[in-house]
């Protein structure tokens, strides 16, 4: 038995470190999408069980594919839901004044 030495070529460049991530989950972004789409066309045909049961899984497959973005979303709920609370609060005021003057202009109406 022979062995021949392969001679790596000049020109060739490392490759980059997430190289394989992306290559190791494409399958899982496939498979993300097509759930998707299958519980979509499934929740058209008035499937829902079916259909909410593959996008809940398409959704499962993305957020683990996502994972920094759903870790940034997840830090950043808290002030989206203080904002919330804040413009809430702002709205019941809103409505409390205007409910006032809606009692003032009824009883300089029934006068």
């Not at 290559?23 to 069980?49: D, E, Q, T």
Request: glycine share 10%.
């Amino acid at each position: 038995m022979v062995v021949v030495p392969l001679p790596n070529p000049v020109g060739d460049a490392p490759v980059a470190p997430d190289a394989g991530k992306t290559a190791s989950n494409y399958w899982l972004r496939i498979a993300a999408g097509s759930s998707l789409v299958a519980g979509g066309i499934l929740l058209l045909n008035g499937k829902h069980r079916a259909g909410l049961l593959a996008t809940v899984t398409g959704a499962a497959l993305a957020m683990l594919d996502q994972q920094e973005v759903v870790e940034a979303w997840w830090l950043a709920l808290p002030g989206l839901i203080d904002d919330a609370e804040r413009m809430l609060g702002q709205v019941d005021g809103v409505v409390a004044s205007l409910d006032q003057q809606r009692e003032k202009i009824r009883t300089l109406v029934r006068k």
